[in-house]
């Protein structure tokens, strides 16, 4: 509700912001309101930290987190936010920006903004917001829990951008999961506790068969594993997750005391189960006594060998545990892939049926029976033929509401990986989409995209909005598998191709006129059509190369 309390007047403003005098999040945080607050209004907001904060009814105040002024003011997060919902909560003259952790109260800043004038983030360089030297301060009671608490970028353009990943309201795996500084692979991480180039010749029996992973049911090595754990968190003060993850397409231990236990459990995931169980209860209890108050959570892949559970079903259409012992420790979390999904099916939708999927989604079910702690890897590009278009705008959000249904906890869904400077065939458009839905699976998804095309594409917004209503339309009945090969000439008609292709040449015939008013803004948009136009001139090219 407005208020008549001016927030800015005149390009000046009373209000300054406060911080907690040692939170660097929360002064990132600040940092960002202050330049967008400016941006929009003209106004300089000051920020001061806490040490002598007192609230009282005239201060004018917008404090961000948790510290002394809204100890003074009673105010405090709910209970049951998580690591990233927040509250905003007005009080007298001044707003508090609240969550339980900092980047909780770092995304609180941002609902501020989109609040207050506007705020939204389209890309790293395409930030939305209304202008405007007269703003009053918004009488707000506002609580956000988003839909999964764990949101990962799926894409390098974002993963590399940790600025660009905050607006977005996502978390980089680089800088919280970490367990070698000076190696970015963080998931597929066993080969980095158990290097063979230490012990392969001593310690055959540390890993499997072929020698491609570890033997995740050997207890000596589970023990030197835990102690390298311990060394890789006590060197990462801000890792809050780390991955004990079986290496990409390696193959699984079948030795006699891994078949005992898969044969007792019925699923080869038993093993890294009762591993993840063991490093889950040894990390807990050394940083009970090395580091108080501090909690680190343990992964392990569901994937491949490992994505069926080790579960068996209740007779009620659910599961349960297939043994006591499968069931997962409060500190273990679930990385579960579905590999092989056919994303132009959802899972549960009884008109668009898959059997593969079937057998995922039930694997989904299955793992929400062991674990609170689930976290999905999907994926929304096809990595065979990279470039073009790959067909997951119909079922993205069904699907990411499957996941919420079944109780998972985070979400990665992979796209175009391998550049930071963005991509083609919409990837950027769907990294935005994934990260809106991440928050709210229930959210507008046209309205989204819409809104999306308008900013990021400018004046050539028109053309560009008829492209992706004919790419969605011509993709819709496309195989959805991340490694089907889709360049076929009869999928991609040369004359669909340039129908396209003639899009592209209006949507630059309209940004020309920037080119003499706003030249930075033409590069801009000119650079964005040019990537996007990408996935075209990749089916011309690969398919149609005599014409060229």
Known sequence: MPTGIPLARNGATEYCIIVPENGEREAFAASELALFFGKATGAELKTVNDTDAVWYEGTKYISIGRNRLAESAGVSPNADLGRSGFNITTRGDSVFLLGQTGDAALYAVYGFMRYTFGFEAYAADECAYTKSESLNLIKMSVRKKPAFDLRLPGSSMVSSNPVYAARLRMKTGQTFMRVDPDNWQNLATTLLFIPKSEFWETRRDYYNQLGDDVNFANKEMLAVALERMKEAVRRNPDTEFIMFGQQDGASWDTGSVSREIIWEYGANAATAVLAGNYFARGLR?????????????????????????????????????????????????????????????????????????????EAVKGWSALTDNLLIWGYQTNFRNLLTHFNSYETMQGLYQFYEKYGGFGLFDQ?????????????????????????????????????????????????????????????????????????????????????????????????????????????????????????????????????F
């Open 285 to 361: 209890e050394w940083l009970a006594a090395e580091q108080p108050g501090r909690r680190v959570k343990v992964g392990i892949f569901a994937y491949l060998f490992t994505m069926p559970p080790p579960a068996v079903a209740d007779g009620r259409g659910g599961y349960r545990p297939a043994g006591d012992a499968m069931l997962c420790d409060e500190d273990l979390f679930v990385f579960l892939a579905p590999m092989g999904t056919d994303y132009k099916y959802a899972y549960d939708d009884p008109n668009n049926y898959a059997p593969v999927n079937a057998i995922r989604a």
């Open 415 to 547: 796209g175009q990986t391998g550049g930071n400077r963005g991509g083609t065939a919409f990837s950027e458009l769907k990294q935005y989409l994934s990260s809106k839905l991440m928050w709210d699976t229930g959210a507008d998804f046209e309205a989204l995209a819409a809104a999306f095309i308008d900013n990021f594409y400018g004046a050539a917004a028109a053309p560009m909005k008829e492209y992706y209503a004919s790419v969605r339309e011509h993709i819709k009945d496309m195989d959805g598998r991340i490694y089907f090969d889709l360049l076929d000439a009869e999928l991609w008609p040369k004359a669909k191709a340039g129908e396209w292709a003639r899009l592209f040449d209006r949507a630059y015939r309209l940004i020309e006129p920037t080119r003499e008013t706003d030249k930075e803004r033409y590069e801009t948009l000119r650079n964005r059509l040019d990537k996007e136009r990408l996935a075209v001139l990749y089916i011309l090219i690969e398919l149609y190369p005599d014409y």
